[in-house]
């Protein structure tokens, strides 16, 4: 008799696992407080509007860029076998900070990608709401964030994270400088690790 079955039946053999695992990403961000919860919100809203989010690990470890990417590249060293980073992003701030070109630098050779925002993460906060295509300081960004209900370092429970792609369209029109370099004020590299997350 052949293996074959007859027309119709149904095979109740089990099935290898042919689902694939999805590639991780590590996050290292600047800020401990807005930037992970951002991260966090935006895999929220994708997974609930059916896109498969990335294994994110996102890791907040407060101020200084050389150090952001210091931390990215241990902890991507010391990913076990198996559990290797796909991709390793760094988010980070111009504001007034004397080591961004360094850790730039560090984070080409290291072939980890930057997402940097002039003056600061806000900028790509308020591009959920609004256009806004002139130079502004963090004091001026946090006021109009405040008319949005955006208070101090964490974000609201309705912020409207399904508002990244407006976000993006706007950073776009910002945003002229490659990966490694400093941009102008203001702009923000954020959307190209958002658009990452939701392809």
């Known amino acids: 008799m052949s293996g074959r079955r007859p027309r119709g039946s149904i095979d109740l053999r089990r099935r290898r696992n042919t689902k694939q695992e999805k590639p991780r990403i ?4 600047e800020g401990a407080n807005t930037e992970p919860q951002y991260f966090e919100g935006l895999t929220k809203e994708l997974r609930a509007t059916g896109v498969e989010v990335y294994r994110l690990h996102v890791k907040g470890i407060g101020r200084d860029p050389e150090r952001v990417v210091k931390k990215a590249v241990a902890i991507s060293s010391e990913a076990s076998s198996g559990e290797e980073y796909e991709h390793v992003w760094c988010v980070v701030d111009v504001d ?3 080591t961004l ?3 730039l630098s560090e984070a080409r050779r290291r072939s980890i990608k930057v997402a940097v ?8 906060l308020l591009w959920h709401f609004t256009d806004h295509h002139s ?3 963090q004091a001026a960004l946090r006021k109009k964030l405040k008319n949005f209900g955006v208070r101090d370092k964490n974000l609201p429970g309705d912020f409207p994270y399904a508002d990244h ?4 369209a706007r950073a776009e029109v910002c945003n002229t400088s490659d990966n490694y370099a400093i941009p102008a004020n203001p702009s923000s590299s954020v959307y190209k ?3 990452l997350l939701s392809r």
């Open 101 to 103: 070109g360094t850790a």
């Open 165 to 168: 792609p407006a976000a993006t």
């Open 117 to 124: 925002s002039n003056p600061c993460f806000e900028v790509w």
């Open 193 to 195: 690790l958002t658009r």
């Open 135 to 137: 130079h502004i300081n």
């Open 26 to 29: 590590l996050i290292v961000t």
């Open 96 to 98: 007034d900070h004397e």
